[in-house]
């Protein structure tokens, strides 16, 4: 009887060990792939105004290659990149010179007797991005054209606020960190996707199962 109670206990062992080093392997390879995204995006974004093509590829590869487990991670986000060339190319490029410019005036306005007034700037810098929280992950995710997307990334700024200031929150604590330890750009761009998915794929399940026109027969999930 305890010879047989050893033997179940030798193999309760073996196979926590089995677990643990499975746990171990996931976690490692989860970590590899994170690094391998940051860095396609950190590299692919160098023009700066591919950045809005990038970014939509960085959600979309996140969601089919790390969590549903489809394809490989730099072919995933190539083709990606190469379908959203259309709408998240130019639009992308568009915000990112607002964003320049936003950022140029305000600026100028904390310079000692600047005329210019910097809290509308703030303001508008603050939406800008609040849109861009929405966007890029839109246009990752779903076939939606680029004034049906804006209009969407608009309405779910303000709908859904206090997603909105958490998804803010999130990327200027992720700057912050760059801004401290720049090492930290080789993973934190696809671990700040990771967690911001956490906020925006509730929410935009939501929408899908109750579609609002007029996007209700637009919401098709990109291969």
Not at 78 to 89: E, G, Q, Y
Not at 103 to 123: C, K, M, N, Q, Y
Not at 195 to 216: D, G, H, N, S, T
């Amino acid at each position: 009887m305890s010879l047989l109670s050893s033997d179940a206990a030798v193999k309760d062992l073996i196979m926590i060990q089995k677990n643990l080093n499975n746990g171990a392997l996931r976690a490692v390879n989860y970590t590899a792939d994170l690094v391998t995204l940051s860095l396609l995006w950190l590299v692919c974004s160098f023009p700066v105004l591919t950045v809005g093509m990038t970014s939509a590829a960085l959600f979309h590869t996140y969601e089919k290659v790390l969590i549903g487990k489809e394809g490989r991670v730099i072919l995933v986000f190539f083709r990606s990149c190469k379908d959203n060339l259309r709408i998240a190319l130019p639009i992308g490029a568009v915000l990112t010179l607002m964003n320049a410019a936003l950022l140029f005036f305000w600026w100028e306005s904390t310079r000692e007797g600047s005329p210019i007034p910097a809290l509308p700037i703030v303001l508008s810098l603050l939406l800008l991005l609040s849109i861009q929280c929405y966007f890029y992950p839109l246009t990752g995710h779903y076939c939606l054209n680029g004034k049906q997307a804006i209009a969407l990334s608009m309405r779910m700024a303000f709908a859904h606020f206090p997603q909105t200031l958490l998804l803010l929150a999130l990327q200027a604590v992720c700057a912050a960190a760059v801004i401290l330890y720049p090492p930290l750009v080789v993973i934190l761009p696809a671990a700040e996707t990771a967690l911001a998915e956490k906020v925006l794929m509730p929410l935009f399940r939501r929408y899908i199962r109750f579609p609002m026109l007029p996007f209700q027969t637009q919401w098709r999930s990109k291969d």
